[in-house]
Nanobody, 123 residues
Framework: QVQLVESGGGLVQAGGSLRLSCAASGGTFSSYEMGWFRQAPGKEREFVAAISWSGGSTYFTDSVKGRFTISRDNAKNTVYLQMNSLKPEDRAVYYC????????????????WGKGTLVTVSS
């Protein structure tokens, strides 16, 4: 059983930056592809970004390409989402996920979810 705990959310002005972290425990972190998803009020959860187990491959949904980067530190069992040039439409609860078969369109399998961290972007 893998536990995922997100942190780093908060309030930021449009154009600003935030870095989200997700700390994993209870499993073999390096065996999972890691992803970030988000859910805005009244909308379905959507894929944001993912990274391969080695960190050598990264994937992003089109709306965040060029603004967000994802990285991982397998020694610290942590995955990060650096969000730059934030827009009001980026406002959502951001969820960390551990899974498999990720691409620019999402992850085919999500085995574990975190509880989420709220990102609010003011205009």
């Amino acid at each position: 059983q893998v536990q995922l705990v997100e942190s780093g959310g908060g309030l930021v002005q449009a154009g600003g930056s935030l870095r989200l972290s997700c700390a994993a425990s209870g499993g073999t972190f390096s065996s999972y592809e890691m992803g970030w998803f988000r859910q805005a009020p009244g909308k379905e959860r959507e894929f944001v970004a993912a990274i391969s187990w080695s960190g050598g491959s990264t994937y992003f949904t089109d709306s965040v390409k060029g603004r967000f980067t994802i990285s991982r530190d397998n020694a610290k069992n942590t995955v990060y989402l650096q969000m730059n040039s934030l827009k009001p439409e980026d406002r959502a609860v951001y969820y960390c996920a551990a899974g498999y078969s990720c691409s620019n369109y999402g992850c085919h399998t999500v085995a574990y979810w975190g509880k989420g961290t709220l990102v609010t972007v003011s205009s």
